[in-house]
């Protein structure tokens, strides 16, 4: 088999067009089409209670649309008639429910792979777990605090760590079984009811996928979010393990889906997906969550943009080097820097507290006949820099200066620190 070869800047375009950055963003204001047509392309948003700035799963679309309402994320997760789900995908997800039938093989492993705790409880106190199954099933939507208040005990605490109630474990292990799913929220806490009762009725009577079959069904959503992607970089998607994707990834090699190719730079072979489209440049200013899709695989991060990535969230605050809560910068196809923010609600500020330039920003990657980014003509190379840089600056200006007014902030302010923050706060002035 002849492998096709890809330069390393139309691995990193196919990626960023899969990813629904080289769609433009709606002129008005965007509806319910848009956003999933954004679910569309990334498959699934990752959910994170860290609110510094916004819940995470809120971001992944305000960066590919620009100000959205979250109401139609809401009502698209919670409302009746409900078109996405909450289950452990990549981490704790919001997915569309037609990928319910595809994880139930994780649900059936619950006594065996879920997390300890939860394994725990289940295996030394099932009558505990029918019981709170049976009470959700009488009562309807529950959250764990109103399941314990309902039943009237005060279980013991289970841990230091995660300070859950054994009742909270009990719903988690149903919750991982696919027993019960998210109702709803309610500041940010779930509210459980039984599965059958939350899901479309004709996703609940959907018959069970082999195992086999789900896997190559799960990869196969994996590279048409990624456009080009290494085995690993498929399998870290939906969180799968090498000896479920390496088969599901040899099938689909072998009915076309997926076709090999040598990316430049890349150490192991890369797989491009069948319909994936390799645009001639993407011109997408954007903001990435840390929990982005186009960024949540680090390796596959730094593989393909130059950019390594950590959060910082974790560490003390002395040994940081960018920041708490750091999202980074996608200028025309390259991530040119990190900015770390915070919403200041009672202030009515986004600040920044640090801005950090990267390498791309000095010495923009240019493809001869590409078209990749755009630059004045005629210019010597350390103009052409400095007009990048410009450019790249008084865009992310703008990007933050949009991201207030979405979040109700009435300024941005940034913090004299980091090589990026003075013609930052130039710009945004």
Do not use: C
Request: net charge positive; no cysteine; hydrophobic share 45%.
């Amino acid at each position: 088999m002849t492998v096709q070869s890809l330069s390393a800047a139309e691995a990193r375009r196919a990626a960023l067009a899969a990813q629904g950055f080289a769609d433009p963003r709606p002129s008005g204001n965007p509806g319910r089409r848009a956003l999933h047509r954004v679910l569309g392309r990334v498959g699934l948003f990752q959910i994170d209670s860290v609110n510094v700035l916004v819940r995470s799963h809120y971001l992944p679309a305000f960066s590919r649309l620009g100000p959205y309402r979250p109401e139609l994320l809401e009502r698209a997760a919670y409302a009746p008639e409900r078109q996405l789900f909450e289950y452990w995908a990549h981490e704790a997800s919001l997915l569309p429910v037609d990928t319910q039938p595809f994880l139930r093989w994780r649900m059936a492993q619950a006594a065996d792979k879920a997390w300890g705790g939860m394994r725990r409880i289940a295996a030394e106190k099932p009558e505990l777990v029918a019981k709170v199954r049976d009470t959700i099933a009488e009562r309807g939507p529950m959250s764990a605090g109103e399941l314990e208040a309902e039943s009237g005990t005060k279980a013991p605490r289970s841990g230091p760590w995660w300070d859950w109630r054994e009742s909270k474990l009990a719903l988690e292990y149903l919750f991982w079984a696919g027993e019960v799913s998210t109702f709803d929220r309610r500041n940010f806490e779930r509210r459980y009811d039984l599965t059958e009762r939350v899901l479309p009725p004709e996703v609940v009577a959907t018959p069970t996928p082999a195992p086999a079959d789900a896997y190559r069904e799960l990869i196969r959503r994996s590279a048409r979010a990624l456009g080009v992607a290494t085995e690993p970089d498929l399998r870290d998607y939906f969180r799968l393990k090498p000896h479920q994707s390496k088969p599901a990834v040899a099938e689909l090699v072998e009915e076309g889906t997926l076709i090999p190719v040598a990316v430049e730079g890349w150490r192991d072979v890369g797989y491009l997906a069948a319909d994936a489209r390799i645009p001639r440049r993407v011109g997408a200013s954007a903001l990435l969550s840390p929990f982005d899709s186009l960024v949540w695989f680090r390796p596959r991060t730094e593989r393909l943009f130059g950019f390594r990535y950590r959060l910082e969230i974790y560490t003390p605050a002395p040994q940081r080097v960018h920041g708490y809560y750091v999202l980074p910068f996608l200028f025309r196809g390259q991530l040119v820097g990190r900015v770390d923010l915070k919403a200041d609600r009672a202030a009515g500020v986004l600040r920044v507290p640090g801005a950090f330039g990267e390498p791309a920003l000095a010495a923009p990657s240019v493809p001869a006949g590409e078209g990749e980014i755009a630059l004045p003509r005629g210019a010597g190379a350390s103009a052409r820099r400095r007009a990048f840089a410009d450019e790249a600056v008084a865009a992310l200006a703008a990007e933050l200066h949009s991201l207030a007014g979405w979040l109700g902030l009435e300024r941005v302010e940034v913090a004299p620190n980091g090589d990026l923050a003075a013609p930052l706060i130039a710009a945004v002035g």
